[in-house]
């Protein structure tokens, strides 16, 4: 059999080498989907610090001033892009957060400077916008997979509306002591007017109160609601692992970035237009990573190995990698147990030398390509892979400290741990005259894996 079993000398915190796989397949899952949302945020970032610059450098360029018109118009443009995307893929989350995005850019660009100038007691535009744009984005983050058409879907889209009357009912507009909407109720039912101007008016005490003198027109209680919006974003994708929740803490910071600096010209077009942008690539990156990529081990996935095995030219070697005895071990430990040993495979297995293109193909199954090789070869690497997984030890963790409480862990003897020896089999073929196209190489390394394994297991047959 080829999982050896062993009592563990150390107590169940024993550091083994099957945990650096998963702390760089951890590393890569977390730190690949932010390092777009930050880039397009440094872009705009520069772009702004030259835009006075690049005008002066293009003002006789009469392209640029049709481009200069229809600048304004650049997220509403993007906004509209992302609410088909969301439409095609069924994304309630996309539709909402565009939405949310749109009307916050509305406000914004439209009255956010008018209502920097005009003091008054009650609650403001600026100040209700940018304090309820990081509540909606932490509420439709949650969506992000959610379907159209649905009852939470339906109940989001009517809280999105009563906040727009709310606005339109309680804030201060500005050249205005109140909307038209407010002073149409006035005329009829002036009671009721009167009683939303006290509302506003206290509200407007809450929110008048300014954050640092940098961000003095954005209120406390909004800077409290992005800081505490970006905490749970980060934490959602810290658990997740998913693009598209990096990606809405990039829209928050793009956004909060575009409201914090609305008296300059084009702040509020540039980050919002990067806002919709971000969602944009995440959401596709998301899709491709769903599409492409096994979720479990970070391997390509079966979909792709198909597009490579098209793509392969004359000469190449196909190999076949499978788990031995799996099936044993997943009822001997369970399938938690199971999921730790694939990840150290796949962590090997994206280390193999020679230039190689891994994949999961399925089950306890992978495969590598070697494009370019023979495959004897393919052989010499793989056999190194082979060593390398026959010689690293797998600690199992004991029954014992699962279900024993913080305080006795330490106290717990280490009976019952075990560290198993974990083999794979594998088979490797290339073309001749008789295997003429990738699928049938493929298959002949499958039948070649399985003679390795009735052949004792453990070895790399050609």
Not at 236 to 252: E, M
Not at 271 to 287: D, M, P, Q, R, V
Request: proline letters at 3%; one cysteine or more; charged letters at 15%.
């Amino acid at each position: 059999m080829s999982l050896t079993l062993k009592l563990g000398k150390r107590g169940c915190f024993a550091k083994v080498s099957h945990r650096k796989a998963n702390i760089l397949f951890s590393f890569k899952r977390t730190i690949y989907p932010l390092i777009l949302p930050v880039l397009l945020i440094v872009i705009s970032a520069v772009t702004l610090w030259n835009w006075p610059s690049l005008i002066n450098k293009a003002k006789n360029i009469s392209e640029i001033k049709a481009f200069m018109v229809i600048l304004p118009l650049m997220p509403y443009i993007i906004f509209s892009a992302v609410v088909l995307m969301g439409w095609r893929y069924n994304n309630a989350g996309l539709i909402l957060t565009c939405l949310t995005l749109a009307l916050a850019y509305f406000l914004f660009s439209h009255y956010g400077s008018l209502a920097l100038q005009q003091k008054s007691a009650g609650l403001s535009i600026l100040e209700a916008g940018a304090f309820l744009l990081p509540v909606n984005l932490a509420i439709f983050s949650m969506m992000a997979k959610r379907r159209i058409f649905t009852t939470f879907f339906v109940v989001c889209l009517l809280l999105l509306g009563l906040q727009i009357v709310a606005v339109f009912l309680l804030c201060r507009w500005p050249n205005s002591a109140h909307s038209p909407l407010w002073t149409g109720i006035h005329n009829i039912f002036p009671q009721m007017a009167d009683t939303l101007s006290q509302v506003s008016t206290r509200l407007g005490s809450w929110f008048h109160e300014s954050g640092p003198a940098a961000l003095n027109h954005i209120s406390l209680p909004a800077l409290f609601a992005f800081s505490g919006t970006l905490l749970f974003l980060l934490i959602r994708f810290l658990f997740t692992h998913d693009a598209i929740q990096a990606g809405f803490a990039g829209i928050l910071v793009a956004s909060f970035l575009g409201i914090s600096d609305l008296q300059t010209f084009p702040a509020a077009i540039i980050y919002f237009s990067a806002a919709g942008l971000i969602l944009i690539i995440t959401t596709i990156e998301s899709s491709y990573f769903m599409a492409y990529v096994d979720e479990l081990t970070g391997l390509q996935g079966r979909r792709s190995m198909n597009e490579t095995l098209i793509n392969l030219g004359h000469k190449y070697a196909i190999a076949m990698i499978d788990v031995d005895h799996f099936k044993k071990f997943n009822d001997t430990y369970g399938h938690k147990t199971g999921d730790q040993v694939l990840k150290m495979i796949a962590g090997q297995l994206d280390k193999i030398t020679g230039s190689a293109k891994t994949f999961r193909y399925g089950g306890e199954e992978f495969a590598a390509i070697f494009p370019g090789k023979s495959a004897e070869e393919a052989w010499r690497h793989l056999e190194k892979y082979r060593q390398d997984i026959a010689t690293t030890p797998f600690i199992v963790r004991s029954k014992q400290r699962r279900k024993g409480n913080s305080k006795s862990r330490g106290k717990l003897k280490a009976f019952g741990q075990k560290q198993a020896r974990v083999t794979v089999s594998i088979g490797v073929a290339a073309p001749d005259k008789k295997l003429t196209t990738p699928e049938k190489v493929l298959k002949s390394a499958d039948k070649i894996l399985y003679k390795a394994k009735k052949s004792g297991r453990n070895r790399v047959m050609v």
